[in-house]
């Protein structure tokens, strides 16, 4: 069955250093995957999309993830963090051409530092 | 280009009474629509989605409803709230274009039962 993990609940970062948030999925076939990102009190925003192509996938607000398929991985990354990006962030991956749910990570809460 | 509305923002409701969430979608045609609960410091838990009007799948027994009157209109409901339906709601549309679309959310209804 296709599962999404992201291993970190909380991270902390200090203003201005680089991130990443780890992704790890189990999907059979070639998978769609997703970044959201969700400020407090607020719906989720999608930073970011992989369906097939270039590894390396631009996002909104600066973000990038790179998709390593030896690895099941899809990791988000931000070179220079701002306090702005304090939410938590969602990865979740697509359950297929015929079902119409996505598959979610339980999400990692993103804290900067000043 | 498409929006997502959802309403109301808040809403506090004591033990026993009714509930009707509301959320329309426009800018698109025969979307598929979702309803969504966070519980405090969780992640997803999708509560109903649909394909079409009047087509409805539920994905956790519980004392809720759903219901999809027109294309575009998705309303959630309870006849008798329970102190466990207290939460944040997300509705959610994607593009009918089969499965593995991007989800897109509206601002969410969070829901306090006293």
């Known amino acids: 069955a296709q599962s999404v993990t992201q291993p970190d609940i909380h991270i902390t970062v200090s203003e201005g250093a680089s991130l990443e948030l780890r992704c790890n999925y189990s999907?059979?076939?070639?998978?769609?995957l997703f970044w959201y990102v969700q400020s407090p009190g607020q719906g989720l925003q999608l930073l970011l999309k992989?369906?097939?192509?270039d590894t390396l996938v631009q996002g909104i607000k600066g973000f990038e993830a790179e998709f390593k398929r030896s690895q099941s991985s899809f990791n988000l990354r931000k070179p220079s963090v701002h306090w702005s990006d304090a939410a938590e962030y969602f990865c979740?991956?697509?359950?297929?051409?015929?079902?119409?749910?996505?598959?979610w990570g339980a999400g990692t809460k993103l804290i900067i530092k000043p | 280009s498409q929006t997502i509305h959802q309403w109301p923002a808040t809403l506090v409701q004591p033990v026993g009474s009714p509930l009707s969430l509301e959320c329309t979608v426009e800018?698109?045609?025969?979307?598929?629509l979702y309803w969504y609960r966070q519980a405090a410091g969780r992640g997803l838990q999708l509560l109903f989605y649909?394909?079409?009007?009047?087509?409805i799948s539920s994905e956790v027994p519980q004392n809720l409803s759903a219901s999809r009157p027109q294309d575009r209109q998705f309303i959630l409901s309870s006849k008798k709230l329970l102190l466990s339906d207290s939460g944040f709601y997300l509705c959610?549309?994607?593009?009918?274009?089969?499965?593995?679309?991007?989800?897109?959310f509206g601002d969410g209804t969070r829901l306090s039962i006293l």
């Open positions: 959610a549309w994607s593009a009918d274009r089969g499965g593995n679309q991007p989800q897109h």
């Open positions: 979740a991956v697509g359950a297929g051409r015929s079902n119409y749910q996505l598959i």
């Open positions: 800018g698109t045609s025969n979307p598929n």
């Open positions: 649909s394909i079409g009007i009047d087509q």
């Open positions: 992989y369906f097939s192509g």
């Open positions: 999907y059979g076939a070639t998978p769609y």
